[in-house]
């Protein structure tokens, strides 16, 4: 089962992806996050002189594919997250699940200003993630899609439910 969760920056796919390993502790599962199959920084878009880590082109899609592939004849149930995890249609096709966690743009906006992962980011930077989001990060617009309100707490049963296993 290979199942995918996408979503704004921000918006709850890793806390939902580590919430699924501890559901399914007794099954063989692995996480893929697809911020882990950035490109070197050399070879990433530039946005203003600033590296644009939101832009499609800053992750190594072949190797994000590979791994999935590779992961899921070793496990049973793969987990592939990421803001841009629909973006490529090979990969997309991988997906036996597909999760979308929405959020609205003043949520994004209160925990983007709390995340300080990557150190502080400027304004007009935390504006062309969420722009970045709305162009490369949407869901699919057919197909078996759970979307989950990023909002408030994330009913497991239901997403379990979901995912049939």
């Given at each position: 089962m290979i199942i995918a969760i996408g979503g704004a920056s921000t918006a709850g796919k890793t806390t939902l992806a580590r919430a699924l390993r501890e559901f399914y502790h007794n099954r063989k599962v692995i996480t893929l996050c697809q911020d882990d199959f950035v490109r070197p920084v050399e070879s990433i878009p530039l946005v203003r002189d600033r590296i644009d880590w939101e832009h499609p082109d800053s992750i190594d899609h072949q190797a994000f594919l590979n791994a999935i592939v590779s992961e899921s004849n070793e496990n049973e149930i793969v987990i592939a997250e990421g803001l841009m995890v629909f973006w490529h249609e090979e990969i997309g096709r991988l997906f036996d699940r597909s999760i979308f966690v929405k959020v609205d743009y003043d949520t994004f906006l209160r925990r983007k200003a709390l995340d300080n992962r990557?150190?502080?980011?400027?304004?007009?930077?935390?504006?062309?993630?969420?722009?970045?989001f709305e162009v490369y990060g949407r869901p699919p617009q057919s197909g078996n899609l759970l979307i989950l309100e990023g909002t408030?707490?994330?009913?497991?049963?239901?997403?379990?439910?979901?995912?049939?296993i």
């Open positions: 990557w150190g502080h980011e400027p304004e007009w930077y935390v504006q062309h993630i969420w722009t970045s408030k707490r994330i009913d497991l049963q239901k997403v379990i439910q979901y995912i049939g």
